[in-house]
């Protein structure tokens, strides 16, 4: 593979009289077709293979390696292992059911709820609504949930382990015992406490059709998952039809007032079917088989009627019909979906133009002229013949723009031990702590590439993060020096660096914009921008990203930069901040042998500027292994049994181990890493008697490393003890300033955020635009004012809840970066936290102004300038608050899952206390406290007061518009500006608390 590359080519040109030259790929081709090994491929290949002479059982007959019923049966035993890892959330929901089933029956008391009045019986429809709402919103989390196994899905797919339909249908029929029990939690929590029908019969009628509801809202939220593929769109389309099935549902808008252009959407929305079924269920009873005074129908149909709902019996097994008839549809278009759809991103890597350069000369034969600067440094390298050269092919030194000071680092007697887990205490062990480091003692020096190994369990891991200061729990005992002073992490992690094997960057800026946002923030503010420049571009040719650095960073596996380029970037970014010692954690961990090399060059050349360099290495091949300095090797339970040089070919290394009686001797070509790990594994100890750690510590070795470490561990006269001015390199503001430039890039390059949400925006505008034409202008009766009310309350929720939704996994990713970078000391959390907040504003501004203005004419609301800049000003600080509770949400909780999961329970809580479903009049005067609480209901309070609080036409009942709405629903047109005040406070509070949620919750556990 070296021998073919561009870069590494060079130093195999074995003719020293002659000058080098490239030779290309296609000359390699044609000269292995001239080979007698080619030749004679060729020829095999020209004639046909004989049939006859291969086994019956040498090629495989059948699609997939078992029959359906066993690959249904793995399936099935996946699923149910999967919903056991994932308890937590089930047991979060049903938990939240059940409070929210409690809280609604106390809402909805029947006490205070009587039978004797249509506006009695709106109430309990309300009632209804909301119970068949909550089953809906419960399904909501199958989204995030069937997104997140997608990835495994498709690979598993398309290496042919099974039929889609054998993933999709346990699914859905594993996952069918729970929407018995959601159903079974709302019903006979709610139905006699609130006051239905006291019937059985109706009791467990009503008790099937949330059941059948709850399956639809799950086989419909799975089909949207397998549309999508992806978290981001996958909640705008799921918000986009729960608010199509809301809004023609026939109770937010009625049927008689639906347009004749959405009467379709009224005739295939399931939850018009499961409206009309719990309605006719209810108000067709005994209970509501009554006249009242000036009317000769039943009170039950009139109540139905005053509404816009079907009236014969009939509808209820209907919609149980129709329901049913979804289940299957929705669970046979997600199998489709599973079928055909290729995953949401291909998986690939960027290539730059000069790569595609090479490519098509290599195809071509075509010589290029040698411009790169990398290529020029590769050739000032590359002299040396040995099989090594890949990673040792550079020179002695590299100059570099910043000076810097080499450190040392020693360490002596380090102990880090965590508490007892509980089901190790069960077995019976009575200590409270578990001891992973016992007596650590070493020393890193400048120049010096050391490795630091060991199997599996051995702390490596572990002991690089306690000198780094990386750990976020647990006990850590000994000392640590930097260059003979005591270590002070506030200090220590200005000069230092840790490359983090899991390569965590922000996806959506390029390679250059991520090492200059890492060199503002960390290089001191003396130097000026013209000379970090300079230095950024000396450390890309250093790491050999040149070519790359107008590229995005993009998604591990998925877009962007391949394993090993992003193995360079996290390298160059602590690079670009003038470190004195590195960290380096599994840098070739998951990489060819092709791609470690490049790596490896990278970190010879890193430590060949003077810098000490320490990484964790697992199973390195020869090459790799020798490029190394020295090397530290750890037995498993936490003892050092090496320290020392490797020496050329590992001689030392060597030397001393079988200077070990009892230690079998290397084989000739063995890799001496492997041999070393089995020479000292814990199976050898056993067979041997030999214990490791103790030989260590009763060598030669160990008392010159001893004397060493008291040697480091002693400042130089004349030398001072690191100290910086500051906490921070830059001060607040230009923090501020680098964290908001560094959001504004990554918005700008996410459309599947920004641009889904405003393409969201405009088709929303259009839809309630559509769906409530001219409405605002109709002020004849209540039921007009209802649907105009209805009109706010469903933009309100659902394009909060869009918001909300959506900015949950953009400010999931970045959060993980960010605990990397405030690890890094780079910024304070409080500068994170306002360019995170103040990058979301001008997109929310214009958002609401495409949304607000476009709704505003369509509906037909008064063109009086201050009514409309009342209506823009409510949607844009209530579309704020919802995005500032949903990262408020991502603060305060450790993962994405948990956070969507929590902030749906609010979403409903806000829902039942609006307003709209039960007016605050009518709320008991218990639960009136969380009325002034919700958010929500002070922004239909400011919205509807501010478009007919001041309204003096009569409606056809003989009461002004004003004297309904104060009336009906308690707002008071006098209040407005209090309540535009209230509203904008909710959004400063939101985002105040995710600020704070990020400075206290770490949920990174190391």
């Not at 291969?54 to 390696?65: D, M, N, R, W």
């Not at 006719?280 to 000036?294: A, C, M, P």
């Not at 202008?777 to 809840?801: E, H, I, P, W």
């Amino acid at each position: 593979m070296q021998v073919t590359s561009r870069k590494d080519q060079r130093q195999y040109w074995i003719h020293s009289d002659e000058t080098y030259r490239y030779v290309a790929v296609k000359n390699f081709a044609e000269a292995f077709q001239s080979f007698h090994v080619g030749q004679a491929i060729r020829s095999e290949l020209s004639v046909p293979f004989d049939k006859s002479r291969s086994h019956p059982a040498a090629l495989k007959t059948s699609k997939y390696g078992a029959n359906m019923k066993e690959l249904l049966k793995a399936n099935i035993n996946r699923e149910m292992l999967l919903m056991r890892r994932n308890s937590f959330v089930y047991i979060f929901k049903a938990t939240q059911l059940t409070l929210m089933a409690i809280i609604t029956m106390t809402v909805f008391l029947r006490t205070n709820m009587h039978h004797d009045s249509i506006t009695n019986g709106g109430i309990y429809m309300g009632a209804l609504f909301f119970g068949i709402v909550m089953i809906m919103f419960n399904g909501l989390a199958e989204v995030g949930l069937t997104v997140a196994k997608l990835p495994v899905f498709f690979k598993q797919r398309d290496l042919l382990f099974f039929p889609a339909w054998t993933y999709s249908l346990p699914s859905w029929i594993i996952k069918t015992p729970l929407s018995l029990l959601n159903a079974s939690i709302w019903v006979f929590i709610t139905y006699y406490v609130i006051g239905f029908d006291p019937n059985v019969e109706r009791l467990f009628r009503q008790f099937l059709l949330l059941l059948v509801m709850s399956e639809t809202a799950s086989g419909l939220f799975r089909f949207i998952a397998g549309l999508a593929r992806n978290q981001i769109v996958a909640n705008t389309i799921g918000s986009f039809f729960l608010l199509i099935c809301m809004l023609t549902g026939g109770f937010v808008l009625s049927r008689e007032n639906v347009k004749k252009w959405w009467i379709w959407g009224y005739w295939i929305s399931p939850l018009m079917y499961a409206q009309n079924a719990i309605s006719v269920n209810e108000f067709l009873g005994d209970s509501w088989n009554k006249t009242i005074t000036g009317f000769k129908e039943p009170l039950g149909r009139l109540v139905l009627e005053s509404r816009g709902m079907l009236t014969e019996a009939k509808w209820y097994w209907i919609g149980v019909g129709a329901l049913l008839g979804y289940v299957l549809l929705f669970n046979a278009l997600y199998t489709i979906c599973l079928t055909f759809l290729k995953p949401f991103d291909s998986s690939q890597q960027t290539i730059s133009e000069e790569t595609m350069k090479i490519k098509q000369a290599n195809l071509t034969g075509e010589i290029l002229e040698e411009t790169s600067t990398l290529d020029t440094a590769d050739e000032s390298n590359g002299e040396s013949t040995s099989n090594n050269a890949t990673v040792n092919s550079c020179p002695s030194k590299k100059g570099m723009i910043l000076p810097f000071t080499p450190l040392s680092l020693t360490f002596e007697d380090i102990r880090y031990s965590v508490d007892m887990p509980e089901e190790v205490k069960a077995q019976g062990v009575k200590e409270d702590r578990l001891e992973l480091l016992k007596g650590i003692s070493g020393s890193f020096r400048p120049g010096v590439l050391t490795a630091l190994m060991g199997v599996s369990g051995a702390g490596k891991t572990t002991l690089m993060d306690v000198l780094a200061g990386r750990k976020t729990s647990g006990y850590v005992e000994g000392s640590i020096t930097i260059s003979g002073y005591p270590k002070k992490q506030e200090t220590f992690a200005r000069v230092s660096g840790y490359c983090e094997q899991n390569d965590i960057h922000s996806p959506n800026v390029t390679v250059y914009e991520s090492l200059a946002f890492s060199a503002w923030l960390r290089l001191p503010a003396d130097v000026d921008s013209s000379t970090r420049k300079m230095f950024i571009d000396e450390v890309m040719e250093l790491v050999e990203l040149s070519p790359l650095k107008d590229s995005l960073v993009g998604l591990p596996g998925v877009t962007g930069l391949s394993t090993e380029q992003r193995k360079r970037l996290t390298i160059a970014v602590e690079l670009v901040a003038n470190p004195s010692i590195i960290f380096m954690d599994e840098p070739t961990s998951g990489l060819d042998a092709r791609a470690a090399a490049i790596v490896m060059r990278t970190i010879r050349n890193t430590v060949d500027t003077g810098r000490t360099v320490v990484c964790t290495i697992h199973q390195p091949s020869i090459d790799i292994f020798e490029s190394f300095d020295e090397l530290f090797l750890m037995k498993r339970g936490g003892e050092e049994i090496y320290v020392g040089p490797l020496g050329r070919h590992s001689c030392e290394l060597i030397k001393y181990f079988e200077a070990i009686e009892g230690v079998s001797k290397i084989k000739d070509s063995y890799n001496p890493s492997t041999w070393m790990l089995e020479v000292t594994s814990a199976v050898q100890e056993q067979i041997t008697g030999i214990n490791f750690s103790q030989v260590y510590k009763n060598s030669e070795l160990y008392g010159m490393n001893k004397n060493l470490i008291k040697e480091l561990s002693t400042h130089p006269e004349g030398s001072n003890d690191l100290s910086f001015p500051t906490q921070y390199s830059q001060t607040f503001l230009t923090q501020c300033f680098a964290c908001l430039w560094k959001q504004s890039q990554s918005y700008w390059r996410n459309p599947p955020y920004t641009a889904v949400k405003y393409f969201y925006t405009v088709v929303m505008a259009l839809l309630f635009g559509t769906m409530f034409w001219g409405i605002g202008r109709k002020r004849q009766s209540q039921q007009d004012l209802f649907n105009a009310m209805g009109s706010m309350y469903a933009s309100v929720l659902y394009m909060g809840v869009q918001n909300s939704a959506t900015v949950q996994p953009v400010v999931a990713v970045e959060r993980t970066v960010f605990y990397r970078e405030r690890a890094a000391h780079m910024y304070s959390p409080l500068p994170y936290a306002l360019g995170q907040v103040a990058i979301e504003l001008p997109y929310i501004f214009v958002q609401s102004l495409i949304y607000g203005v476009i709704v505003y004419a369509m509906i037909g609301f008064e063109w009086e300038a201050v009514k409309l800049f009342w209506y823009l000003f409510f949607m844009f600080f209530t579309l704020s608050y919802y995005t500032f509770y949903g990262m408020m949400t991502v603060g305060l909780t450790p993962n994405y899952n948990i956070a969507s999961v929590v902030s749906s329970a609010f979403y409903t809580m806000w829902n039942l206390f609006s307003g709209f479903i039960i007016p605050r009049t009518r709320i008991p005067i218990w639960w009136r406290w969380y009325y002034w609480l919700c958010p929500v209901s002070w922004t239909l309070y400011g919205l509807v007061v501010s478009q007919f609080g001041d309204v003096t036409e009569k409606l056809d009942n003989g009461m002004l518009v004003s004297e309904f709405v104060e009336g009906y629903f308690g707002y008071h047109h006098d209040f407005l500006w209090a309540v535009g005040l209230v509203v904008a406070s909710f959004a400063v509070l939101f985002a105040f608390l995710f600020g704070l949620s990020i400075k206290l919750f770490n949920w990174q556990k190391r």
